[in-house]
């Protein structure tokens, strides 16, 4: 039975899409399909056992390690249970962690969720929201969030990366990734690293033919059958896709206050255990209307 041999576990909105992308591209690794399982994090998922788990990866070559992609993995307030989960069944799985400036990351968050009309509360109303605002900022307290792993885990199992690094030096920060794993890096020097997705500047609305299909069991294990590469073609077209603009989120004096009062002690103590300047993510004011 074919398990996975590590796991990006997030975070969300913090170039896990590329990344992924980039891994697949090594010879000797097979990622899922889909990249976002879920498993471990979504009871309906993780209560069909490993069997099902096993599926996802059915079709990789012996000399392979695989691999999937999990951003629901580094969202403990929502699902605690995760890390003991991946620890209990796969005590020797490697850990990828990708993390962006942790304001950006709300940012970015925000827009994705407007968006998909998830959660339609203004920005700062969302900050400042008891209910929801524990859940939102805390997928930012990477300190937080990584210190739930490395309970069960240990240092050498758990690579951290950082968004910014992966768009200065994609090819170096994937090679990274590649030794991590124990594997040969040079392949890293010819991926096509011109576009890191995960922007949701740049993201459309899906239609809704594109929201049915997906939420359609028949059709879904039918679009498994499907070569990955024609899957991300169609998934571009506008048959599945909307252009869609986003408006940019606004600070507030109290939100921004608030949130840098959540966040910053998190993100130094977090910068400082993983060989990061203190100042290389900046808490000054934006410019607040």
Known sequence: MRLADFIVIGAAKSGTTSLCDYLNHHPQIFMSDPKEPNFFSFDRHYEKGLESYSQLFEQAKSDQLCGEGSVTYSMNTKYPDTPKRIAQQLPHVKLIYIVRHPLDRLVSNWKMLHRSKVDCLDFADILLSNERAPAFIDRSKYWSQINSYRTHFSDDQILVLFFEDLINDPIATTARCYAFLGLDTQVAHVLNTTNVKNSADSQVNRTKLSAFLK???????????????????????????????????????????????????????????????????????????
């Open 215 to 289: 939420n359609n069991s028949f059709t879904n294990a039918a679009i498994k059958l499907v070569p990955r590469y024609i899957k991300q073609q169609l998934l571009q077209s506008s048959l599945f896709n909307r252009q869609h603009n986003i408006r940019t989120p606004q600070w507030t004096e109290e939100s921004f206050s608030y949130a840098v009062e959540q966040i910053k002690p998190d993100a130094e103590r977090f910068l400082t255990h993983y060989g990061k300047a203190a100042d290389f993510w900046s808490f000054s004011k934006p410019i607040i209307d």
